[in-house]
Nanobody, 124 residues
Framework: QVQLVESGGGPVQAGTSLRLSCVAS????????MGWFRQPPGKDREFVGG????????YYKDFAKGRFTISRDNNKNTVTLEMNNLKPEDTATYYC?????????????????WGPGTQVTVSA
């Protein structure tokens, strides 16, 4: 199993960009599909998007398409969420997750590991 730690969150203004990173420790990072989730204040956690084990496939929820980009570097055991044109509704705690089943099940199945989360606050 992998252990995950996110970083890069913080307060930003609407229209700006932010890059979140997730570093994995443990074995076989490249065997996991990786995903990003977020939990807005007072709401349930929701799936943002994810990448396959080799980074060749990605998937985004509609709200993330065109603004967010997920990438991974298996040599550095990292997965990145690049967020552009941020909106106040993007305010949330962002979590990375590892799923050994695959990208296609990232949203519907329980991930193998979660990070502790990093807070993103977007002001108007």
């Amino acid at each position: 199993q992998v252990q995950l730690v996110e970083s890069g969150g913080g307060p930003v203004q609407a229209g700006t960009s932010l890059r979140l990173s997730c570093v994995a420790s443990g074995r076989s990072f490249s065997s996991y599909a990786m995903g990003w989730f977020r939990q807005p204040p007072g709401k349930d956690r929701e799936f943002v998007g994810g990448t396959s084990w080799n980074g060749q496939s990605t998937y985004y929820k509609d709200f993330a398409k065109g603004r967010f980009t997920i990438s991974r570097d298996n040599n550095k055991n990292t997965v990145t969420l690049e967020m552009n044109n941020l909106k106040p509704e993007d305010t949330a705690t962002y979590y990375c997750a590892a799923n050994s089943i695959g990208l296609g099940y990232m949203e519907s199945s329980q991930p193998d590991s979660w990070g502790p989360g990093t807070q993103v606050t977007v002001s108007a």
